[in-house]
T-cell receptor
Framework: GENVEQHPSTLSVQEGDSAVIKCTYSDSASNYFPWYKQELGKGPQLIIDIRSNVGEKKDQRIAVTLNKTAKHFSLHITETQPEDSAVYFC????????????FGAGTRLFVKA | DGGITQSPKYLFRKEGQNVTLSCEQNLNHDAMYWYRQDPGQGLRLIYYSQIVNDFQKGDIAEGYSVSREKKESFPLTVTSAQKNPTAFYLCASSFAVTGTGGPYEQYFGPGTRLTVT
């Protein structure tokens, strides 16, 4: 089955700097890679996703890159702001019909003002 | 407003009691999921359902039960057999994977924090 590893577990940056979170996956058949943001005491929310037919996707200050050969994908946040402080999860489908999603362990991002 | 709701937000129970967590969605999603989240950890799948009257065990189903009698509702019962039930429980929904489409984004509810003493 799919295995998703995420690092770092904690990341602290200065406001305005960039943050990068990386994930690796094991199943070469995986075709969908979402990133979720979870604020304290709330449920996760999708912030960006990418499918395996593209290598990069951007949405304002956030971007995701995918390297299918190396089986890793990364979240990039530029010009970080204090409201970016949260836990971020990457995920990939377990390809038993794609019904299960395997989540990374999460990265706690602190943006210092 | 379309969305997914969970109630209650906080729940306290005594050890040995069964407790049912509510999850309702009006997004017209076929698929629904229950996850457990422990402090500082990721999401672990308890049960999932792709269609009404059908559901499958996830990775940590022992001590839990579910039902899916309506498309909109997917309640989770934490039974007394669950050895460590104190956790944050998240419900999610999504469009179902089909032969030509998916997987899709999961929409999460706000969660229920269960404390058992």
């Amino acid at each position: 089955g799919e295995n998703v590893e995420q690092h770092p577990s904690t990341l602290s940056v200065q406001e305005g700097d960039s943050a990068v979170i990386k994930c690796t996956y094991s199943d070469s058949a995986s075709n969908y890679f979402p990133w979720y943001k979870q604020e304290l005491g709330k449920g996760p929310q999708l912030i960006i996703d990418i499918r395996s037919n593209v290598g990069e996707k951007k949405d304002q200050r956030i971007a995701v890159t995918l390297n299918k050969t190396a089986k890793h994908f990364s979240l990039h946040i530029t010009e970080t702001q204090p409201e970016d402080s949260a836990v971020y999860f990457c995920a990939a489908p377990q390809n038993t019909g794609g019904f299960k999603t395997i989540f990374g362990a999460g990265t706690r991002l602190f943006v210092k003002a | 407003d379309g969305g997914i709701t969970q109630s209650p937000k906080y729940l306290f129970r005594k050890e040995g009691q069964n407790v049912t967590l509510s999850c309702e969605q009006n997004l017209n999603h076929d698929a629904m999921y229950w996850y457990r989240q422990d402090p500082g950890q990721g999401l672990r799948l308890i049960y999932y359902s792709q269609i009404v009257n059908d559901f499958q065990k996830g990775d940590i189903a022992e001590g839990y039960s579910v039902s899916r009698e309506k498309k909109e509702s997917f309640p989770l019962t934490v039974t007394s057999a669950q050895k460590n039930p104190t956790a944050f429980y998240l419900c999610a929904s999504s469009f179902a994977v089909t032969g030509t489409g998916g997987p899709y984004e999961q929409y999460f509810g706000p969660g229920t924090r269960l404390t058992v003493t």
